[in-house]
């Protein structure tokens, strides 16, 4: 794929599988599935770019994690771990590399409407959107894809160059 493209210049990871499950009820073999995907997976797509960015001596990192991780989510003791493990892997990588011109950020994402949050919605994991947003969230509305995309393009641009080692909270408020 290199040879087609070239070499990795920006690297967003946006992994994210939920579940929900009171922690007495957590096997190991979910949460091993949660964290393979939400952290370890994470790491795996860092660790293949950064060769790249340290030859060329810039980069950009942004990894998407949750705002569950900053405040906690009741019967997600498995994915609050994997996303505050996602902000930690961001912190340190950002100290690690920023001498070699590559930053690295994290967006922790509020209630965003995407298909995952629809799911959860459907299966009554979480309540209807359109009713628990207003109350849950000062700008009254859950967020868009579009909306994180934009401030992940803004990290990923050479205007974001003095950013690094932040979490970038986009979530209308709703953590603060």
């Not at 210049?9 to 579940?19: E, R, Y």
């Not at 609050?80 to 994290?106: D, M, R």
């Amino acid at each position: 794929m290199r040879a087609e493209l070239g070499p990795i210049q920006i690297m967003v990871t946006s992994a994210g599988l939920d579940a929900f499950e009171r922690f007495t009820d957590i096997t190991i073999e979910s949460w091993e599935r949660v964290l393979a995907v939400n952290l370890t997976g994470t790491f795996h797509c860092l660790q293949a770019a950064v060769p790249d960015m340290l030859a060329a001596r810039w980069g950009r990192m942004v990894t998407i994690s949750s705002s569950s991780a900053q405040s906690g989510a009741p019967r997600m003791a498995h994915y609050v771990a994997s996303k505050g493990g996602v902000i930690g892997l961001t912190k340190a990588l950002a100290l690690e590399l920023a001498p070699h011109g590559i930053t690295v950020n994290n967006i922790p994402p509020g209630m965003i409407d995407t298909p995952m949050l629809r799911r959860a919605e459907a299966d009554g994991d979480v309540g209807k959107i359109e009713k628990i947003a207003p109350r849950m969230i000062p700008v009254g509305r859950a967020g868009t894809p579009e909306e994180i995309a934009a401030t992940c393009g803004f990290l990923c641009s050479d205007e974001a160059a003095f950013i690094t080692g932040q979490v970038i909270g986009v979530n209308g408020g709703m953590v603060l």
